[in-house]
């Protein structure tokens, strides 16, 4: 927990430093959350994160509207629970414990290539960094009262640390009306440590 405390403040520090040297126009901050798919399908947990970039194009042109340099801070939480009280062996088979927290700060570069028709389309790619907290049912018993109820008991295995990788998202936003804007985003996210992550979710912002 002091860990991500760690990161979420040096994300913190680095968003208040690139803010204050990047002038107010054209510079843009963006909230979005969203469902996250931790690994193959294995489990759901939720997204939130907040995002600060500048539009470095000065003046926009067929194939290259905008260009946005920035960073984002990005925390995702996901927990698959068993069936702890009675399960079936289908259920207790079928299933095991595991819960992923991780917070990351994405450096990324957000390609605008249309104008006027779906201005608002995106591809966005960079690195990322940050702190994983992960952890998974190692074994498990299922233990029988004499009254015929049951119980699942786990026993847990951890695995924390830091994490590098990288991240690809495309999406759409729609100005409303032109300093205000709302749109979605689908995220695929890996890092040095395996973990494929995909993420749907929404976004409003606004231009500075």
Do not use: C
């Amino acid at each position: 927990m002091k860990k991500i405390i760690l990161a979420l403040f040096l994300a913190s520090t680095l968003l208040q430093s690139y803010s204050q040297t990047v002038q107010t126009k054209n510079t843009y901050f963006k909230l979005s959350g969203g469902r996250v798919v931790f690994g193959t399908g294995d489990f759901l947990g939720y997204s939130f994160a907040f995002d600060l970039s500048k539009n470095v194009i000065k003046k926009s042109s067929w194939g290259l509207a905008k260009l946005l340099l920035g960073g984002e801070f990005i925390f995702e939480n996901g927990t698959k629970n068993p069936v702890i009280q009675d399960p079936t062996l289908d259920e207790f088979f079928g299933t095991s414990f595991q819960h992923v927290s991780n917070a990351i700060v994405w450096a990324k570069a957000s390609y605008y290539p249309l104008k006027k028709i779906v201005s608002g389309f995106n591809i966005q790619l960079g690195p990322t960094f940050g702190y994983s907290q992960r952890s998974s049912e190692r074994a498990a018993s299922r233990f029988v009262y004499g009254s015929g109820n049951s119980f699942r008991q786990s026993t847990l295995s951890f695995k924390n640390g830091f994490v590098v990788g990288y991240r690809i998202s495309t999406g759409i936003e729609f100005s409303i009306p032109k300093k205000f804007l709302a749109g979605f985003r689908l995220d695929f996210s890996n890092n040095n440590d395996g973990d494929i992550n995909t993420l749907a979710g929404l976004k409003v912002g606004i231009k500075l």
